[in-house]
Every structure is written in structure tokens, then in C-alpha cells.
């Protein structure tokens, strides 16, 4: 069954350092998510992204954060300059078209500033 | 805005018993309603959806859950819990547009005892 993927699964940086984090969404999926989750919180939405745009995003997603699909396979999330908040796991999702609207997860990213 | 909201952040079952997990949303529209579980350091694995029809809904490892438009709710359930269900559980709420957010609750963690 298809999946989505991601890498790496653990990435430890120092506070100020850019870092981007890669997914590969399912193949014939055309809408691409990011999700973090700060440890012992709740998922968070961060950004929504079709057809090769933004079409939806948080608060949270300010610019030090970026999305981009550079070759049609991968989705990355970059964050500029990192900050200590924000270590925590980032989950990558994507969808089909279609009415049910289910997002497909990927096992996540867990980075830590340090 | 939506919002969903997990009353119950732990809860302990023993093996065989029956399990009802609490959701609460809010949505000014009709909802997309998700069920995900977690399993330590693992991502989220859709249990079962709702966005139109019959308003109980079949998942996946036997979890099943009720849409109560009138109470705002769609609680989880299972007949027979099994000791591999141990997991965070996490109800989900998508807003209609195309971009589809999901708004999380905060988690219900289900611990099983023998």
C-alpha cells in the first residue's frame, strides 16, 4: 500500500541554523499538508499547499517558514533560522482529489534545536 | 473558527472491556470528522471518517463511531478492547474549503490493563 514517507526521522541543529525537512506524498495525490506537534500538545496545522501555491496557512507559519515542491515527488518544509520552540515533530500529510477529504500521514520528522 | 475538544486526556480499560472515547466539535458547517490513533513514536494512522450519510461510521481494527449532530459529538467506540489498542487517539475536524485543514483535539491516551 502507499505510503507517505519522510526524512530524516531525527534532526538535531543548533538554534539559528536552517534546516529543511523532506516528504514524499503518495503519487497521485494533489494536496500536500504540513502538521508539527510540540511534545505532549496537540497537532498543529502549519500549511496546506496545491497546485503549486499555498493555499492555506496558520499563525505559526510565519516567514521564517517556507514550502516547496521542487520536482514533483518531493514536498520540503524549510525553517530558516531555527528557534528552541521550535522543536518538535513535524508530520508531512497529502490527500487525492476528491470529496473525503482524508489525509494520509507520514511517521514524522523530529527535530531539535538545540 | 473550528475547534474539537477531547474531554478525556487519559483512560484505562481492561483487556475485553468495551471503550468510548469522547469528541466534541465545533463547526458552523456540515463537518469532516477523522478519528486517528498514535502509537509511541510512531505517525497517525486514520482510524475511520465522516463527511455525509450514515451517521455511524465503521473503521478500521473494529473502532466505530457515532455522528450526533445535535450533541455536537462523534465519540469513538469498541465492543472489545485489546491490548495492542494502547495507543493516543486523536479526533480530527476538516473544514470544507479546498484546502482542508484538520483541526485536532488535544488526545486521549488509552492504556489497557490485562
Known amino acids: 500500500e502507499p505510503e507517505v514517507t519522510q526524512t530524516p526521522s531525527h534532526q538535531v541543529t543548533q538554534m539559528g541554523q536552517e534546516v529543511i525537512l523532506r516528504c514524499v506524498p503518495i503519487s497521485n495525490h494533489l494536496y500536500f499538508y504540513w502538521y508539527r506537534q510540540i511534545l505532549g500538545q496537540k497537532v498543529e496545522f502549519l500549511v496546506s499547499?496545491?497546485?503549486?501555491?499555498?493555499?492555506?496557512k496558520s499563525e505559526i507559519f510565519d516567514d521564517q517558514f517556507s514550502v516547496e515542491r521542487p520536482d514533483g515527488s518531493n514536498f520540503t518544509l524549510k525553517i530558516r533560522s531555527t528557534k528552541l520552540e521550535d522543536s518538535a515533530m513535524y508530520f508531512c500529510a497529502s490527500r487525492p482529489q476528491g470529496p473525503s477529504r482524508e489525509q494520509y500521514f507520514g511517521p514524522g520528522t523530529r527535530l531539535t534545536v538545540t | 473558527a473550528q475547534s474539537v475538544t477531547q474531554p478525556d486526556i487519559h483512560i484505562t480499560v481492561s483487556e475485553g472491556a468495551s471503550l468510548e472515547l469522547r469528541c466534541n466539535y465545533s463547526?458552523?458547517?456540515?463537518?469532516?470528522l477523522f478519528w486517528y490513533v498514535q502509537s509511541p513514536g510512531q505517525g497517525l494512522q486514520l482510524l475511520l471518517k465522516y463527511f455525509s450519510g450514515d451517521t455511524l461510521v465503521q473503521g478500521i481494527k473494529g473502532f466505530e463511531a457515532e455522528f450526533k449532530r445535535s450533541q455536537s459529538s462523534f465519540n469513538l467506540r469498541k465492543p472489545s478492547v485489546h491490548w495492542s489498542d494502547a495507543a493516543e487517539y486523536f479526533c480530527a475536524v476538516g473544514a470544507g474549503n479546498a484546502g482542508n485543514m484538520l483541526t485536532f483535539g488535544g488526545g486521549t491516551r488509552l492504556m489497557v490493563k490485562p
Open positions: 499547499f496545491y497546485n503549486n501555491e499555498i493555499s492555506e
Open positions: 463547526y458552523g458547517a456540515t463537518p469532516y
